[in-house]
Structure formats: C-alpha cells, structure tokens
C-alpha cells in the first residue's frame, strides 16, 4: 500500500494544488542566513502535509513539480540546478513513505519517537548529506565552511517534530483529510 499511488480524484488534485500554493507562500518567508548555504523556514510542514495525501511516489512528482516551478516563479537569478531538484523529489518521497497512511497522535510516545525518526532520516539525507554535496559540486564551497554553516540545523529538528506532532495529528481528526491520508477510522 505504502508504494502505490492513490487513486487520483479531484478532491485530492485540489488538496495538492492548494498545499503547492501553501508551499509557495511559506517559501517566501524563508530566512536566507548565508545566501546559497543556510535557510531556515517552515515550507517542509506543507511538504509533510503533501507526503502524508499523496504517498512516496506522487508525493516526489509534486515535490518536482513544485521545484520547477518555485524556480520559474521566484525569478532569483540563480541558475536551475537539477540536483536540487532531485532531493526535493528524495524528501517528497521520504516525506510520503513516512507519513503516508500513518495515524499519529499527541499523547502516544511512540509516535514521538517515530516523527523523531522520520525527521532524522529525511533531515539527514537531504540537509546534511546530498545538500552539502552540490553546494560544494556547483559553487566550490568547501565542507568544512558547509557543514560548520548546518550544524545548526540539527536544533531543527526539535521544532520540526514539534510542529509535525502539532499539525498532522489535528488534522487527521478532520474527516475529509483523515480520508485523504488512507486513516482508517
């Protein structure tokens, strides 16, 4: 069940379009703390909201799709670098193998632990092993000023689990997105 597509109706297309456009929107207050090195921000909420809908594979298409886009729409002058790319669509899918079809609630400390987990691993590959990698292939950039620059996000991972244990819990009491994430009552 985990590797298969959901079954693509109109109201999960919508969800998708309309956590695409929350994405987008939470982009902008992304705070850039060393340009083309450390940003700090909350886009990865809606990330986890998409994976949790959308399941690992759809979850990597949209994760590219918004990639594509976000570049396009944002206009930054930077050139478009594919690898970025594909460890947007590594989390997506990260983020929908974790979260989707996973109940999870507040007071249970297994699933503490479990978002724990999830962040670690997704945070890990993505933030901390293939994110140096291309800064360091694509603007020389050595690791030792790249990860002396991200050892401060691992505090992100507190916030992270917090505000994922925060959200997803709460919405999944929602019937229609409970639906969405294939819960079973």
């Known amino acids: 069940m985990k590797f298969s597509f959901p079954k693509l109706s109109p109201q999960l297309l919508a969800t998708l379009a309309m956590l695409i456009a929350l ?13 083309n090195q450390l940003q700090v921000g909350v886009t990865f909420i809606a990330k986890v909201l998409i ?31 594919w690898g970025f790319t594909v460890v947007e669509a590594l989390q997506g899918f990260l983020y929908g193998l974790f979260f989707f079809g996973k109940k999870l609630s507040f007071q249970n400390w297994k699933d503490w632990l479990y978002v724990i987990f999830a962040t670690v691993i997704t945070m890990g590959i993505g933030t901390f092993v293939l994110t140096p990698i ?40 929602i019937p229609e997105f409970a639906r969405l994430n294939h819960l079973k009552k």
Do not use: C
């Open 134 to 173: 291309l800064l360091h292939t694509y603007y020389q950039t050595p690791y030792a000023v790249l990860y002396a620059t991200r050892v401060y996000k691992v505090l992100e991972i507190p916030i992270r689990v917090l505000l994922i244990m925060v959200v997803l819990p709460f919405l999944q009491r």
């Open 51 to 81: 994976g949790s809908i959308a399941g690992p594979w759809l979850s990597a298409l949209v994760a590219i799709l918004y990639d594509i886009l976000a570049f396009f729409l944002n206009n930054t002058g930077y050139s478009f670098i």
């Open 23 to 35: 994405t987008y929107v939470l982009d902008l207050f992304t705070i850039s703390i060393i340009p």
